[in-house]
């Protein structure tokens, strides 16, 4: 038999090597359970998710969280910024407002001449008639920016050391809406935040930092649900994103709500199992980590 002809009899060999190999990886990962951390954790998410619905809208709850809702806010507003610029349009304006949420303005992202309606009895509006792939972009990338942001946070509050690395940039997230606010309930609620922010840091080796984190997370991520709602309740100056889908792809604002939260809901979903399946670690072990990285006693 010539020696580059593989006899019957070691083929099947080699491939079921392969298969044992690839099983033997995938199985302990498909076997594994959520231990009672991060079944905490994960209860603890959905509690916020109700919590965030009435914080962000009753008036004394919603001064009280604005240093974190003008974060949120921010990301999504950056995200469209970014995306427009890199579409190559012009930044005309930026608004960023914890009750009257957020606008960014810009410009040549919109067609030049208008497209040919595909039916000729319904008249589309100007903006169905101009919309361009440019400018669709930026718009989608107001929701998908927050929701990225959202994932990694709820990603990362599934570890101590994780969340700690977070809290830093959480820190210096908050004191970024300092150079632009220009209420005192605004500076008072950035410095409630921070001071609740570096309490938490000293307690139990960081431990309750995963919840903050966490909140922060959910907020970001679920953000079309507070951007609808708030349009909804309290008639904003600042239209959100679904009204704009709306008026420039058709469709009803609701109906592009229902589209985006269910996106939302997949990616949170997506952030439980990743951390899940990435922080296997026991509480002793978590909490040895977090004892070495930046300890505070």
Not at 69 to 88: A, I, N, Q, R, Y
Not at 90 to 105: E, K, Y
């Amino acid at each position: 038999m010539p020696p580059d002809i593989l006899s019957p009899s070691v083929m099947p060999t080699t491939l079921n090597f392969s298969h044992s190999l690839t099983f033997h990886i995938l199985i302990p990962r498909a076997d594994s359970h959520p231990n009672t951390f991060q079944t905490n954790t994960v209860i603890a998410a959905c509690v916020m998710f109700i919590a965030i619905i009435i914080a962000w809208n009753l008036p004394i709850l919603r001064d009280f969280i604005a240093a974190l809702k003008l974060f949120t806010v921010g990301v999504h507003e950056l995200s469209h910024l970014t995306v427009g610029l890199l579409c190559g349009g012009q930044v005309v304006s930026i608004c960023i407002d914890p009750n009257d949420g957020g606008a960014t303005h810009v410009m040549g992202l919109m067609r030049t001449t208008p497209r040919i309606p595909r039916n000729p009895y319904v008249m589309p509006t100007f903006a169905q008639s101009f919309w361009s792939p440019s400018a669709v972009a930026t718009l989608a990338a107001g929701y998908t920016g927050s929701s990225i942001v959202g994932f990694l946070l709820v990603f990362c509050a599934f570890d101590i050391v994780a969340s700690k690395i977070c809290a830093l940039v959480i820190h210096f997230g908050l004191l970024v809406p300092v150079l632009r606010a220009d209420h005192w309930i605004a500076y008072a609620s950035i410095i409630v935040c921070e001071g609740i922010l570096i309490g938490l840091w000293f307690g139990d080796h960081g431990n309750a930092l995963r919840f903050y984190v966490l909140f922060l997370g959910v907020m970001n991520l679920f953000y079309v649900v507070w951007d609808y709602v708030d349009e909804r309740l309290f008639d904003k100056r600042n239209t959100s994103d679904c009204a704009q889908f709306s008026e420039l792809l058709g469709w009803p604002t609701s109906s592009w709500a229902i589209v985006w939260f269910v996106y939302d809901s997949l990616v949170f979903t997506s952030a439980i199992f990743a951390g899940i399946m990435v922080f296997r670690r026991s509480d002793d072990q978590m909490y040895s980590e977090a004892s070495h990285f930046l300890p505070t006693r």
